[in-house]
């Protein structure tokens, strides 16, 4: 069995450090990539140093998901050495056209978005800020150097032929990489030791928005039925005993989706005044990502019949059905 040996790298944003995970043989490839930017390229290449690499010795790089923290440094890479980026054709769009991609999702964020939840105009400037940035910094991987692989393909990683499975929630392009004579997984952002957010992203037609924390509960459910010894994440250590995990995980969503009923059955039917209530003692920025999680809970009280929507005045209003 060869075990990848994790390489931690810095972000700037609140999940902390990211993981690019490095095999070196039977060729020196990576999962994952890290940040965009001079800290983040600098803690990779002093990791590869000591391993005897440079980034120039690197043959590929796979990407697990079109999030910029696995995926920043993809463009140094082929511009370091010969490695090819490989990404699932799904997400390809994310490395080929960011700036594309990224307006997209400004536009979708600024009309449609973010007037529905009454994100305060403060927070809207933060979080369309944040985005822009983002697409202003982001650098696309040349087409001759992206190569693309579908779920279902089997992917050569450490001299043995992982599955690419498709997990959708935190991001609807997630793959994921299992092993199953060995029962290693390579999780990304699917499996956390904390519960990732399902990211609203810009759906298909622009409006109707696609509810994720149902779907990454399933996501789930289908990562708990895998045997598995060995999971690597895109955060943290690499660890064991995924379907304990996963049981605190989906405890803890069913508890803080039952205080999201209570809530709006107490009254509370703006998006923005459940948040201030369950992310009271959060900063205001940790209160965005908040409100991804909450949109979440209250897809699945949706799911469950138990909670509708409208529009109200042009916002979101949540109620009890039947209440
Ligand atoms: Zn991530």
Same mark, same amino acid.
């Given at each position: ?37 001079? @800290? ?5 290449? @002093? ?75 403060? &927070? ?65 952002? &699917? ?16 409006? !109707? ?28 250590? @690499? ?38 209530? &369950?992310? @009271? ?9 908040? &409100? ?17 929507? !409208? ?13």
């Amino acid at each position: 069995m060869n075990v990848p040996i994790r390489l931690e790298l810095p972000t700037e944003f609140e999940v902390g450090t990211v993981n690019a995970w490095l095999f070196r043989e039977p060729e020196p490839i990576l999962v994952d990539c890290g940040v965009p930017g001079a @800290a983040s390229w600098q803690a990779l290449t @002093a990791a590869l140093a000591a391993h005897n690499l440079t980034a120039a010795d690197l043959q590929r790089v796979v990407v697990t998901h079109p999030h910029v923290d696995h995926f920043g440094l993809a463009h140094c890479l082929t511009e370091a050495g010969p490695a090819q980026v490989w990404i699932a054709d799904l997400g390809a769009d994310w490395l080929l056209y960011p700036q594309k991609k990224w307006q997209e999702r400004i536009d979708y964020y600024r009309d449609v978005f973010l007037p529905q939840v009454g994100l305060p105009p403060e &927070m809207q400037t933060l979080v369309l800020g944040f985005f822009q940035h983002m697409q202003a910094t982001s650098v696309p991987v040349a087409a001759e150097r992206l190569t693309t692989f579908r779920v279902g393909d089997e992917l050569p990683l450490g001299g043995l032929a992982w599955q690419v499975l498709h997990m959708p929630g935190h991001a609807s392009e997630m793959t994921c990489f299992y092993q199953p004579e060995t029962r290693q997984f390579f999780s990304a952002d &699917m499996l956390l030791p904390r519960t990732p957010t399902p990211v609203v992203e810009r759906p298909s037609d622009g409006k !109707t928005r696609t509810p994720s924390l149902p779907i990454y509960m399933e996501s789930l459910a289908r990562v708990e039925a895998l045997e598995i010894d060995e999971v690597y994440p895109g955060h943290g250590r @690499a660890f064991s005993q995924h379907r304990e995990l996963i049981r605190r995980q989906r405890q803890r969503i069913h508890q803080r989706q039952e205080e999201a009923y209570q809530l709006v059955a107490q009254g509370h039917h703006h998006l923005m005044e459940i948040v201030n209530r &369950m992310y @009271a003692n959060r900063p205001l920025e940790a209160r965005f990502a908040g &409100m991804w999680m909450l949109l979440g809970y209250l897809d699945l009280l949706q799911a469950e019949g138990r909670l509708d929507y !409208t529009l109200k005045d042009g916002l979101l209003y949540y109620f009890v059905v039947g209440g």
